[in-house]
């Protein structure tokens, strides 16, 4: 799972001491989510999500391609050929 | 633990710090109350009386009050340091077991016959060895 904490947290001008002490976790907890080795339980990646008003999705990427939720496409609607 | 590239500090909040040093409170009371208990029961300077029961039941309590203090310091751990924990402790336990189970096997075979209290000795160098492992493994990277 990829993410783009570093880039959220560099935006704010916040250390990862800083983003930590918001969290209630440990700066190790925040580096090893910026660098990959450790991903965030669920509460946390709320918690992630909520600090920056953002979407998890928009913060964290299962593909491993680093791509954020916004960039890409929206979903498709219902094909309703078959209702109409 | 600077030498792992990560500092206590940096590894634990606040909160952690303050539950493990309840944790090391009880804990050191408990060694110093079982060594105690030891030498004067063992020695038999104090005889199989009230005292003597006294002292290997505050041995006993003290030691449930530092599993006690360690489970509200794992209930309440940062995250990434529970897990650092358990995965220490699924190590020493592992480690533990296995000693025990296969060390007779070497007794039968001519090794020295060990103490009963040799397995736990096993358990806990290798809990520490779980932590030391577990923090090198998330530790690292840019920093700050």
Same mark, same amino acid.
């Given at each position: 799972m990829t993410n783009r904490l570093r880039e959220l947290r560099g935006q704010h001008g916040w250390s990862q001491g800083d983003l930590a002490e918001r969290l209630g976790v440990s700066r190790q907890t925040v580096n090893a989510i910026e660098t990959g080795k450790y991903d965030p339980s669920l509460p946390l990646a709320f918690t992630i999500a909520a600090l920056f008003t953002l979407r998890i999705e928009e913060i964290f990427?299962? #593909?491993?391609?680093?791509?954020?939720?916004?960039?890409?496409? *929206?979903?498709? *609607?219902? #094909?309703?050929?078959?209702?109409? | 633990m600077a030498s792992i590239g990560v500092s206590c500090t940096d590894a634990y909040t606040p909160r952690d710090s303050q539950n493990l040093r309840v944790f =090391?409170? /009880?804990?050191?009371?408990?060694?110093?109350?079982?060594?105690t208990a030891t030498i004067l029961i063992g020695e038999r300077i104090i005889d199989r009386g009230v005292?003597? /029961? =006294? +002292?290997?039941?505050?041995?006993?309590? +003290? =030691? +449930?009050l530092a599993i006690?203090?360690?489970l509200i310091f794992l209930r309440a751990a940062d995250e990434l340091l529970r897990r650092i924990q358990l995965e220490g402790l699924a190590l020493g336990f592992g480690a533990g077991a296995v000693f025990m189970m296969s060390y007779r096997l070497f007794e039968r075979l001519g090794a020295p016959k060990l103490d009963s209290n040799d397995p736990f000795i096993i358990m806990a160098v290798f809990w520490a060895l779980g932590q030391y492992i577990g923090m090198r493994r998330y530790s690292g990277g840019e920093g700050r």
């Amino acid at each position: 799972m990829t993410n783009r904490l570093r880039e959220l947290r560099g935006q704010h001008g916040w250390s990862q001491g800083d983003l930590a002490e918001r969290l209630g976790v440990s700066r190790q907890t925040v580096n090893a989510i910026e660098t990959g080795k450790y991903d965030p339980s669920l509460p946390l990646a709320f918690t992630i999500a909520a600090l920056f008003t953002l979407r998890i999705e928009e913060i964290f990427s299962p #593909n491993g391609s680093g791509v954020a939720a916004s960039t890409l496409a *929206p979903p498709r *609607p219902p #094909n309703r050929d078959f209702i109409d | 633990m600077a030498s792992i590239g990560v500092s206590c500090t940096d590894a634990y909040t606040p909160r952690d710090s303050q539950n493990l040093r309840v944790f =090391s409170i /009880w804990t050191m009371a408990a060694a110093v109350s079982f060594a105690t208990a030891t030498i004067l029961i063992g020695e038999r300077i104090i005889d199989r009386g009230v005292l003597a /029961w =006294s +002292l290997a039941g505050l041995t006993l309590l +003290l =030691s +449930l009050l530092a599993i006690r203090s360690y489970l509200i310091f794992l209930r309440a751990a940062d995250e990434l340091l529970r897990r650092i924990q358990l995965e220490g402790l699924a190590l020493g336990f592992g480690a533990g077991a296995v000693f025990m189970m296969s060390y007779r096997l070497f007794e039968r075979l001519g090794a020295p016959k060990l103490d009963s209290n040799d397995p736990f000795i096993i358990m806990a160098v290798f809990w520490a060895l779980g932590q030391y492992i577990g923090m090198r493994r998330y530790s690292g990277g840019e920093g700050r």
